[in-house]
């Protein structure tokens, strides 16, 4: 992948801002879960071991899903095309306003 590193900051800005204490992700690789953790960088090594995954937020108390970013990873991917789609809601607007910032 060209922009590599840009495109990991991207992803790594994405789980940041949308992680606290009470929240896991679950990264889906072609319809299966790939990987549940906490862990930040099993999270983004997740993400780029396929070329379309999907970043759940989940909260631990209630199973609630907060949020879903869906990633889509071409070879000559610029950092801002990585995330392609995302849930229209209050939390992931939020992170999205981080990421951009």
């Given at each position: 992948?060209l922009?590599?590193k840009?495109?990991?900051?991207?992803?790594?800005?994405?789980?940041?801002?949308?992680k606290?204490?009470n929240?896991?992700?679950?990264?889906?690789?072609?319809?299966?879960?790939?990987?549940?953790?906490?862990?930040?960088?099993?999270?983004?090594d997740a993400?780029?071991?396929?070329?379309?995954?999907?970043?759940e937020?989940l909260d631990?108390?209630t199973?609630e899903?907060?949020g879903?970013?869906s990633?889509?990873?071409?070879?000559?991917?610029?950092?801002?095309?990585?995330v392609?789609d995302?849930?229209e809601n209050?939390f992931?607007?939020?992170i999205?306003?981080?990421?951009?910032?």
């Amino acid at each position: 992948m060209l922009h590599l590193k840009a495109c990991q900051s991207v992803a790594r800005k994405v789980i940041r801002a949308g992680k606290t204490q009470n929240v896991i992700c679950k990264v889906y690789c072609e319809g299966s879960t790939f990987t549940t953790t906490d862990k930040e960088s099993q999270i983004i090594d997740a993400i780029f071991a396929a070329d379309e995954t999907t970043l759940e937020f989940l909260d631990v108390s209630t199973g609630e899903i907060l949020g879903v970013f869906s990633f889509v990873l071409e070879f000559d991917s610029q950092h801002f095309e990585i995330v392609q789609d995302y849930a229209e809601n209050d939390f992931c607007e939020s992170i999205m306003d981080a990421v951009l910032a």
